[in-house]
């Protein structure tokens, strides 16, 4: 379906960005990866997803913090595919803290690559969307986009803000074939959750099966984790022609989490 388009995906050597680039992949998207640690493994995932199609796969290391970075990333893909059909921002950051013991610099660090940096690859991928008059904007929100947790003032700020810059994109494109939505998932199995399962059952000293139930009987009605590979299922609905007129929503999925 998508034979012959470019997917950047921020964030992608590990968790949902990896999953939403493997299912972009296979629908035949060439596919410009970023994120820290080890790209290789990510690298060849998303090849054998995109085998059939004879995709291509890109890298690039750009810090999502810093805005001179991201715009080499974008002249890297726009030099070597042409240019960015397919925006997936979903780089992203945690720090739990309460607001007066929050640290100022973790509050900038998460408004920098949470928000700041879908500003920075939005307004770069528009002008070449809007000539071509086709494009997917899909910003990897989070539940968070739509309600608060304690203790998670910036990334809950952040996250609220990219449902926000979603709208707007939505609506200044709106007459035109480039569309932009978010997803906003509840408990995803990543490494960045693992670390508050982890740190939940050294805490109380339990097991991390029981970690893992009372996280999500927090708030999580369904008890079960959404996965990465439905996230990406989610992203290509959107590229489909399914979604042509899907415009600036915030799609949970939270297994009911927003539904309470």
């Known amino acids: 379906m998508l034979k012959g388009k470019t997917a950047l995906v921020t964030g992608s050597t590990s968790g949902i960005g990896l999953g939403i680039a493997t299912a972009l992949a296979r629908q035949g998207a060439h596919i410009v990866l970023n994120g820290f640690g080890d790209v290789e493994a990510p690298r060849a995932q998303v090849l054998e997803a995109g ?96 309600v608060g947790s304690a203790q998670k003032s910036a990334y809950v700020a952040a996250k609220h803000g990219i449902v926000g810059l979603t709208k707007v994109t939505a609506l200044e494109n709106a007459s035109t074939g480039v569309t932009c939505n978010a997803i906003c998932p509840g408990w995803v199995l990543t490494p960045l959750v693992q670390k508050q399962v982890d740190a939940k059952a050294a805490a109380q000293g339990i097991s991390n099966d029981e970690a893992t139930k009372q996280l999500l009987g927090e708030k999580e009605p369904s008890m079960q984790f959404t996965t990465p590979e439905e996230l990406g299922e989610l992203a290509v609905f959107f590229c489909s022609p399914a979604g042509n007129n899907v415009r600036g929503v915030a799609w949970n999925m939270d297994g009911g989490w927003a539904a309470q």
Request: glycine content about 8%; cysteine-free.
């Open 51 to 146: 085998k059939a199609a004879g995709i291509k796969v890109g890298y690039h290391g750009a810090d999502m913090s810093k805005a001179s970075e991201i715009e080499d990333m974008m002249k890297y893909a726009a030099a070597e595919f042409g240019r960015v059909d397919i925006l997936v921002n979903n780089a992203g950051i945690q720090h739990v803290a309460k607001m007066e013991e929050f640290p100022v610099e973790k509050w900038d660090a998460i408004i920098a690559i949470n928000l700041s940096s879908a500003f920075h690859t939005t307004r770069l991928a528009l002008p070449a969307m809007q000539q071509a008059n086709w494009g997917r904007i899909i910003n990897v929100a989070s539940v968070h986009g739509l």
